[in-house]
């Protein structure tokens, strides 16, 4: 292992080594029956919100057995970030999140007894008063009501097609990524989980690349290219010579 591979964490490790050998994620979560925010927790190293250390190891097997990688490295990357992270948060990670569920769990049962316990006090006024309104034969009343629905539900309808249409829009966009070279690096790329296409740039080469769904984007030196999506221009993380992991959008 290089010295390079040893600067990188546990996650920025393992979803490395996933973006290089061109394997997407929820072809991971299938083979090790991982759900996807659990993976997705890894990747981002979010300890404050991944589950208890013994279920993040098996996790962490799981997942680099999956992408070929190394299981023990990746998990003693793992406690030396989680010994980090204890440390500047105080060590009381466990407790906060026993803690937490615990009053959840209080506050549900709470919660569900209050509910119980309107139902039961409203529940026979309630049904007195619908059985007598029921044995009503008021029938102007019956047909304002029918007119008031009628009327209501072709706005119903109408205003959620629009919002159907919108969504469509959004998602129909194509994307068109755009890179400027400004130091020399590599850069390897998949397009929509499928395309693979590698690079090798030097200060002033330009690519344009189109994806009907997302980029993953592996670039051997941080501060060696510009992106721009859509002619929005995004950040690229780390220092030069860094090799990073970019996932678009």
């Not at 006090?121 to 009503?136: G, L, R, Y």
């Not at 400027?180 to 080469?205: A, F, M, V």
């Amino acid at each position: 292992m290089t010295t390079e591979n040893k600067s990188i964490s546990f996650g920025s490790y393992l979803k490395t080594i996933r973006i290089d050998k061109g394997i997407d994620l929820e072809d991971v979560s299938r083979k090790t029956k991982i759900r996807m925010d659990n993976l997705l927790l890894i990747e981002k190293e979010d300890h404050a919100r991944l589950p208890d250390e013994v279920y993040v190891k098996g996790f962490l097997r799981a997942f680099a057995k999956a992408i070929g990688a190394d299981g023990d490295e990746t998990v003693r990357r793992y406690l030396r970030s989680l010994q980090f992270f204890q440390k500047a948060t105080g060590g009381d990670t466990g407790f906060k999140k026993n803690g937490k569920a615990f009053w959840i769990r209080i506050l549900v049962s709470l919660v569900a007894m209050a509910c119980i316990i309107v139902v039961t006090v409203f529940m026979i006024p309630s049904f007195q008063e619908q059985h007598t309104t029921d044995n009503k034969s008021d029938q102007p009343v019956a047909n304002e009501n029918n007119h008031d629905v009628a009327v209501k539900d072709p706005q119903g309808t109408e205003s959620k097609d629009d919002v159907v249409d919108e969504h469509y829009e959004s998602i129909s966009e194509k994307l068109l990524l755009k890179i400027n070279t400004i130091e020399d690096t590599w850069i390897k790329i998949i397009i929509d989980g499928q395309n693979r296409k590698e690079y090798s740039l030097h200060p002033g080469d330009r690519l344009e690349l189109e994806a009907s769904k997302a980029f993953n984007v592996l670039i051997g030196n941080a501060t060696g290219i510009q992106l721009t999506l859509n002619g929005n221009p995004l950040n690229v993380p780390g220092k030069s010579g860094q090799v990073v992991a970019v996932q678009i959008p």
